[in-house]
């Protein structure tokens, strides 16, 4: 029975791979999900898991089936005298999300009571702006200096350079963004001012110095939009030959944009949004969208995100959120009926193999690294200590990826390729990996309550590590407790 179910789940497989190799699978998140608005500004991800949707009014916040708002009231904000852009969202490395707005204002939410904090620019001395690097530091700015939170690094900005709109820092170098179209370089072991490269002469600088967005992707290089008066650039920067480069030079406003792990630039625009592949230089503006009954959206979209498990998130101007897994094509192509037919006759054979093998054994769970792989002596000692690492936090709730490779004395992005071919996972989802094999661990012994295990193994809230506990191992904890105690596992795990 077992061969003939595994043959046709295969069978099934190939033929919708083949048939639906151009079809589109996502989701639309609005209103009836909980989100407040169909107008989205900003999104990111938090370290837990949850997504981040800042609407017009609200905070809203995505735990995998709907969203909790948190409404901004006029008195949540603080001034923000020195800051001249659109909504930017700055996640630090203190548990706490901060909101800057248009209109020179601030809030900021304390992600662990999930209550804004009242005159919030108190904590960092009332700055004119801030920004936070990729590491969660917070850099203040007032006058011509830029400050490490702590005060142990001061950036001297050069003279006329215009607003800062943006830092970015590395264990080697800081890199400071500003509005007259040039990045200067620092030392970060002193602080002292290396060189400026202007991506631009001084007579186009001014008709792009409204609102400037960087990103950095895991080869180092800077990816920046620079919009003003109806007027918009795409540029990159290497940082190791200091060479700009234009992609895009368009008549209309350039929103957010992501670099892919498959080195395609995302950028959302008033249009549509742009796809830009880094390899072939091919471009594409994609228009419309095709909803699942065929319907097609014509909006534009102020942002984009794209989440650990590679998932595409777009925020658009009037409908909300559109989604899409990682697994299938974005939202260029039409739709049609019968795949679904297929997909569900899927999703049927492969629940009905699920429940033949909990009736028939019990299959141990699978540990983050497979037991016979074969490594070299120099792998296996950095998986091992990689491990360890991460067994003495499982109670940090706030341990990350980041600290992860400070303590291993590498760059997030130099982890995650040393890392990810050796286990075949993101070092993050290796993190969760491990904090899950220890609570199964606990569990087995009976001693502790679900509850308490979550706490011990670093979840932030017994509700996410019961979703991440179900994923891995195919049932709920509780489940997997009473499964063990009476030696007729409820669930298993194929390995």
Same mark, same amino acid.
């Given at each position: 029975?077992?061969?003939?179910?595994?043959?046709?789940?295969?069978?099934?497989?190939?033929?919708? +791979?083949?048939? @639906?190799?151009?079809?589109?699978?996502?989701?639309?998140?609005?209103?009836?999900?909980?989100?407040?608005?169909?107008?989205?500004?900003?999104?990111?991800?938090?370290?837990?898991?949850?997504?981040?949707?800042?609407?017009?009014?609200?905070?809203?916040?995505?735990?995998?089936?709907?969203?909790?708002?948190?409404?901004?009231?006029?008195?949540?904000?603080?001034?923000?005298?020195?800051?001249?852009?659109?909504?930017?969202?700055?996640?630090?490395?203190?548990?706490?999300?901060?909101?800057?707005?248009?209109?020179?204002?601030?809030?900021?939410?304390?992600?662990?009571?999930?209550?804004?904090?009242?005159?919030?620019?108190?904590?960092?001395?009332?700055?004119?702006?801030?920004?936070?690097?990729?590491? %969660?530091?917070?850099?203040?700015?007032?006058?011509?200096?830029?400050?490490?939170?702590?005060?142990?690094? @001061?950036?001297?900005?050069?003279?006329?350079?215009?607003?800062?709109?943006?830092?970015?820092?590395? +264990?080697?170098? %800081?890199?400071?963004?500003? +509005?007259? %179209?040039?990045?200067?370089?620092?030392?970060?072991?002193?602080?002292?001012?290396?060189?400026?490269?202007?991506?631009?002469?001084?007579?186009?600088?001014? =008709?792009?110095?409204?609102?400037?967005?960087?990103?950095?992707?895991?080869?180092?290089?800077?990816?920046?939009?620079?919009?003003?008066?109806? $007027?918009?650039?795409?540029?990159?920067?290497?940082?190791?030959?200091?060479?700009?480069?234009?992609?895009?030079?368009?008549?209309?406003?350039?929103?957010?944009?992501?670099?892919?792990?498959?080195?395609?630039?995302?950028?959302?625009?008033?249009?549509?949004?742009?796809?830009?592949?880094?390899?072939?230089? #091919?471009? $594409?503006?994609?228009?419309?969208?095709?909803?699942?009954?065929?319907?097609?959206?014509?909006?534009?979209?102020?942002?984009?995100?794209?989440?650990?498990?590679? %998932?595409?998130?777009?925020? +658009?101007?009037?409908?909300?959120?559109?989604?899409?897994?990682?697994?299938?094509?974005?939202?260029?192509?039409?739709? $049609?009926?019968?795949?679904?037919?297929?997909?569900?006759?899927?999703?049927?054979?492969?629940?009905?193999?699920?429940?033949?093998?909990?009736?028939?054994? @019990?299959?141990?769970? @699978?540990?983050?690294?497979? #037991?016979?792989?074969?490594?070299?002596?120099?792998?296996?000692?950095?998986?091992?200590?990689?491990?360890?690492?991460?067994?003495?936090?499982?109670?940090?709730?706030?341990?990350?990826? #980041?600290?992860?490779?400070?303590?291993?004395?590498?760059?997030?992005?130099?982890?995650?390729?040393?890392?990810?071919?050796?286990?075949?996972?993101?070092?993050?989802?290796?993190?969760?990996?491990?904090?899950?094999?220890?609570?199964?661990?606990?569990?087995?012994?009976?001693?502790? =309550?679900?509850?308490?295990?979550?706490?011990?193994?670093?979840?932030?809230?017994?509700?996410?590590?019961?979703? &991440?506990?179900?994923?891995?191992?195919? &049932?709920?904890? =509780?489940?997997?407790?009473?499964?063990?105690?009476?030696?007729?596992?409820?669930?298993?795990?194929?390995?």
């Amino acid at each position: 029975m077992m061969k003939r179910l595994a043959s046709t789940i295969l069978l099934l497989f190939f033929f919708i +791979s083949t048939v @639906t190799s151009a079809e589109t699978f996502f989701q639309l998140l609005n209103q009836k999900q909980g989100l407040s608005g169909q107008h989205v500004l900003q999104m990111t991800q938090l370290e837990d898991g949850r997504m981040v949707v800042d609407t017009e009014s609200d905070v809203c916040l995505w735990n995998g089936r709907q969203f909790k708002a948190i409404h901004k009231d006029s008195t949540d904000y603080a001034p923000l005298p020195g800051y001249m852009e659109f909504t930017r969202l700055f996640l630090d490395r203190h548990g706490r999300l901060w909101v800057k707005e248009y209109l020179q204002k601030v809030a900021c939410l304390d992600l662990r009571t999930l209550r804004f904090i009242p005159d919030c620019t108190r904590l960092l001395g009332y700055p004119d702006d801030f920004y936070a690097d990729t590491h %969660g530091t917070l850099w203040t700015v007032r006058d011509s200096m830029v400050v490490r939170e702590d005060g142990s690094l @001061t950036l001297s900005l050069p003279m006329d350079c215009g607003r800062v709109q943006e830092v970015q820092t590395d +264990s080697l170098r %800081g890199y400071i963004f500003t +509005s007259n %179209g040039a990045v200067t370089v620092y030392d970060m072991k002193n602080g002292r001012r290396l060189a400026s490269y202007v991506a631009y002469d001084a007579s186009v600088a001014s =008709s792009l110095s409204r609102f400037s967005l960087v990103v950095r992707d895991s080869d180092g290089m800077f990816y920046q939009i620079r919009f003003g008066q109806g $007027h918009a650039v795409l540029l990159s920067f290497n940082p190791q030959t200091c060479q700009w480069k234009k992609f895009l030079d368009v008549e209309y406003s350039l929103h957010t944009l992501i670099v892919s792990p498959d080195r395609k630039l995302y950028v959302t625009c008033s249009e549509g949004y742009w796809v830009i592949n880094l390899d072939t230089g #091919e471009q $594409h503006l994609l228009t419309q969208l095709y909803l699942p009954d065929g319907s097609i959206v014509h909006t534009g979209y102020n942002t984009i995100c794209q989440d650990r498990d590679g %998932g595409i998130w777009l925020g +658009s101007y009037n409908q909300g959120v559109l989604y899409a897994s990682a697994n299938v094509r974005l939202f260029d192509t039409p739709h $049609h009926w019968w795949p679904w037919l297929v997909t569900v006759l899927i999703l049927l054979s492969i629940a009905g193999y699920v429940l033949w093998l909990r009736r028939k054994r @019990t299959v141990p769970p @699978t540990s983050p690294v497979m #037991e016979d792989t074969t490594f070299s002596p120099q792998e296996k000692a950095f998986i091992d200590k990689v491990t360890s690492l991460v067994e003495q936090n499982l109670a940090n709730t706030n341990y990350s990826v #980041e600290q992860l490779a400070e303590e291993l004395c590498m760059e997030r992005s130099g982890l995650y390729k040393k890392l990810t071919p050796l286990i075949g996972m993101s070092p993050i989802a290796f993190i969760r990996s491990v904090r899950l094999e220890h609570a199964a661990s606990l569990l087995k012994k009976g001693t502790y =309550s679900v509850t308490s295990i979550s706490e011990m193994t670093g979840f932030s809230s017994p509700q996410y590590f019961n979703r &991440c506990f179900q994923k891995q191992y195919g &049932c709920r904890p =509780s489940e997997y407790r009473e499964g063990k105690a009476s030696q007729s596992s409820l669930c298993d795990t194929e390995t």
